[in-house]
T-cell receptor, first 114, second 109 residues
Framework: IAGITQAPTSQILAAGRRMTLRCTQD?????MYWYRQDLGLGLRLIHY???????GKGEVPDGYSVSRANTDDFPLTLASAVPSQTSVYFC?????????????FGAGSRLTVL | GQNIDQPTEMTATEGAIVQINCTYQ??????LFWYQQHAGEAPTFLSY??LDGLEEKGRFSSFLSRSKGYSYLLLKELQMKDSASYLC??????????WGAGTKLIIKP
């Protein structure tokens, strides 16, 4: 089934630990995104990539890094996790050729930092 | 600055009609999106408006007025499965999406 796969689904992490959230898509979409979703707030963009080999900072990039070595994979790394990074993280992709930039989301990764 | 606002929660009855409003402010605008998100799941695309007017898609319709910075999502013949959060987002001049916090729609029998 075409779509986006995120892993892990859920993780509890000690503060200070390093964590990588994985995201893989099989739709050959050029653009990929990482969002965090917190209660009472809209989705907030962490980092994005318009095409393989390029990345950009979103609204809340501090404490996070990304890489885009190929079209399919877009991992998000927390170098040293802090409790404020407790959130649900969504990876998304878009086929920007349509102009409408419709996003397809992964199922999300729920991260708890203690 | 930019902002977007939608009601936190709404309640409606199965079989009825409900309108979810969204207002926004931005200096650059490249379209307005509605997504549906069931609890514990990913958002899924519902509609996109870039020109003023009503876009109808089955039981769901979306309206946009760019001059008023206003959109609404209209859901007809409500079903229990429509219980979800509805996310409004606009695309700014940099083609980035600015999201509302979502409206939780509760459908009662």
């Amino acid at each position: 089934i075409a779509g986006i796969t995120q892993a892990p689904t859920s993780q509890i992490l000690a503060a200070g630990r390093r964590m990588t959230l994985r995201c893989t898509q099989d739709m050959r979409h050029n653009a990929m995104y990482w969002y965090r979703q917190d209660l009472g707030l809209g989705l907030r963009l962490i980092h994005y990539s318009n095409t393989a080999g390029t990345t950009g900072k979103g609204e809340v990039p501090d404490g996070y890094s990304v890489s885009r070595a190929n079209t399919d994979d877009f991992p998000l790394t927390l170098a040293s996790a802090v409790p404020s990074q407790t959130s649900v993280y969504f990876c998304a992709s878009s086929d920007d050729s349509s102009g409408a930039n419709v996003l397809t989301f992964g199922a999300g990764s729920r991260l708890t930092v203690l | 600055g930019q902002n977007i606002d939608q009601p936190t929660e709404m309640t409606a009855t199965e079989g009825a009609i409900v309108q979810i409003n969204c207002t926004y402010q931005t200096s650059g605008f490249n379209g307005l999106f509605w997504y549906q998100q069931h609890a514990g799941e990913a958002p899924t695309f519902l509609s996109y408006n870039v020109l003023d007017g009503l876009e109808e898609k089955g039981r769901f319709s979306s309206f946009l007025s760019r001059s008023k910075g206003y959109s609404y999502l209209l859901l007809k013949e409500l079903q229990m499965k429509d219980s979800a959060s509805y996310l409004c987002a606009f695309m700014d001049s940099n083609y980035q999406l600015i999201w509302g916090a979502g409206t939780k729609l509760i459908i009662k029998p």
